[in-house]
Structures are given as structure tokens and as C-alpha cells.
């Protein structure tokens, strides 16, 4: 098999490549990126895909699947509306269109539910986004939908939950101190949080999105509909307690600001019955979750 990554130079697309190279040597990569670098072993694609001609490359007949992780990021998104549009809504419809007959796999977000949640969220929870970023998202799912309808395309677009832990400071991201917690916490560095420690977010390490995401591009199975992920369930002050077990939090203090806490803080319990019985999983428990993420940084 012949699988295109984009984003591959990313935080997930890093750890996707380090997956496929531990588990399954056998697959054939194309690494896309702006700066592809630090890939030797497996062949690259340095370009915009903004750009049909990278398009073209990246979609090329002897490539079987693509899974798309570029993306403009949500608090970027919201600033630049029309880039957020160019990346998030107009090269995934290109890569629909493109990959016609094969297979793709799509990183979407769970950004698409917006900020009123029922409780819990499930599988025939409606998507109502209230951000471009998430509009995008959902106007690509749908197209995808279509798509697969039609028998153009075979795959999956999954939401992604919070992923953890991002490098320090991740530029553009909204939920970047879900990952900050865990560099003081490790570093033993001063830290504000700025939701207070009842506030509750869905999160998985990723390693074990990568796993995810890996199974969705080389399994047989094809979901019109998109897929909600695994994720736990977790209460900030719970994960902060969980931290103090592996590292020092003494210099970790919450400080609200309630937009945060309204955006990214206030997630209900979660029900994914499609994703469970397709295989997909979570990293099992509060603690494992953060021994796996620790390990990591």
C-alpha cells in the first residue's frame, strides 16, 4: 500500500509517521509538508497545498489512500477566515474530488459541535459549530458524506477531541494550555490555567490518536457519516492531582476567564458507540493517559 500524509511535519503527523514506521514498515509513505524535513527513509513532498500542482502530486495514481491532517488552526481560523476557508474547506474538497475510485481519511474536530452541548453527546448528537473553524470542518464532513453516498470515495472523516500534549505554547490553538499543563507540570514551571478545576474537556495523548488514525487509512471499512473518537472524559483539577503523582504542580494556579471555560471547558460526558464498534479506541484511564503523555515530551 501507498499511503500521502499531509501535515506530515505536525505534531499528529509526526507521531502518525512514527506509528506506521514502528507497526507497519510495509506501507510506502509520501510525506507532505511546507518543510518535510527530518523524514530520511521515506520519500517527501515539500509544497503548499493551496497549490493545485501539489494537489496533483500528492493525489497521483500509484498513491491508494491520503490522510489529510493540514489544517489552519481554530484561533487562527478565526482571525483569517478566508485562509481558514483556503486550508480547512477548499483543499479537502480538492482532495475529495481528486481521490475519486480510492481511499482517504479525513481529521476533523470535534470543534463541528459547537458550544451547547447536550448531555452526553453521541452518535445522533447534531453538529451546531459556532466558530469558522468549525463550520469549515462540518461543511467538510458533509461534502465527504456526499461523496461516499455516491461511491466516489471510500474512508472516514473522524472528530478529533483535544489532543495532548502539543509542544509549549502551540501557536493558533484555542485549547493550548490543555497542553501547557502537562510541560509545567513535567518542567515544575509556574502555569495559569485559565479555566478553574471543575471545567471538563475530552482529551487523548497522541500516541493514541496516531494509533487511530492509522487504523482508519488501513482498515477496509468506509463510514459516510463522521466519526466522534474515543476520548476521556477529563476534569482539569482531576488531571492536575493525576500530574502531581508523575511531576511538580506547586506552581500551577487557576485563574478562569470564562470565554475559555465556555469554549473549552465545558464538555459533557461522551457516548461513542459507532467509533467503539468500529474499533477506534481511548487511552483507557486518567493515568495512563498522562504516564503515556509525559513519556512523550
Known amino acids: 500500500m501507498r499511503l500521502a500524509i499531509t501535515g506530515a511535519a505536525g505534531f499528529v503527523g509526526r507521531a502518525v509517521v512514527r506509528h506506521l514506521t514502528a507497526h507497519h514498515p510495509e506501507v510506502e509513505l509520501l510525506l507532505t509538508d511546507r518543510e518535510p524535513d527530518g523524514f530520511d527513509g521515506h520519500e517527501t513532498l515539500t509544497g503548499d497545498l493551496t497549490d493545485p500542482a501539489v494537489i496533483d502530486a500528492l493525489t497521483s495514481p500509484h498513491i491508494d489512500a491520503v490522510l489529510h491532517l493540514a489544517a489552519l488552526p481554530g484561533g487562527a481560523a478565526e482571525r483569517d477566515p478566508a485562509a481558514s476557508r483556503a486550508i480547512n474547506l477548499d483543499v479537502p474538497l480538492a482532495l475529495i474530488e481528486a481521490m475519486r475510485g480510492r481511499r482517504l481519511v479525513l481529521a476533523g474536530s470535534i470543534a463541528v459541535y459547537g458550544g451547547a452541548l447536550t448531555d452526553p453527546v453521541k452518535d445522533t448528537t447534531v453538529p451546531t459549530p459556532t466558530s469558522v473553524y468549525g463550520t469549515h470542518k462540518r461543511m467538510v464532513e458533509l461534502a465527504f458524506a456526499d461523496a461516499v453516498r455516491r461511491g466516489a470515495v471510500s474512508g472516514f472523516a473522524v472528530r478529533l477531541p483535544g489532543i495532548v500534549a502539543r509542544p509549549a505554547a502551540a501557536g493558533g490553538f484555542g485549547s493550548a494550555f490543555l497542553s501547557d499543563i502537562f510541560h509545567a507540570a513535567k518542567a515544575g514551571t509556574a502555569y495559569r490555567v485559565p479555566v478553574a478545576p471543575d471545567a471538563t474537556s475530552w482529551l487523548m495523548s497522541v500516541r493514541c490518536c496516531a494509533a487511530n488514525l492509522v487504523a482508519a487509512a488501513l482498515v477496509e471499512r468506509t463510514a459516510q457519516e463522521a466519526v466522534t473518537l474515543p476520548a476521556l472524559r477529563v476534569t482539569i483539577g482531576d488531571l492536575v492531582a493525576e500530574l502531581a503523582r508523575h511531576g511538580d504542580v506547586s506552581g500551577i ?45
Open 253 to 297: 494556579r487557576f485563574e478562569e476567564i470564562p470565554a475559555t471555560r465556555a469554549t473549552f471547558g465545558s464538555y459533557p460526558d461522551l457516548a461513542t458507540a459507532h467509533a467503539d464498534a468500529l474499533g477506534f479506541q481511548h487511552d483507557g484511564s486518567l493515568t495512563e493517559l498522562a504516564e503515556t503523555v509525559l513519556a512523550d515530551l
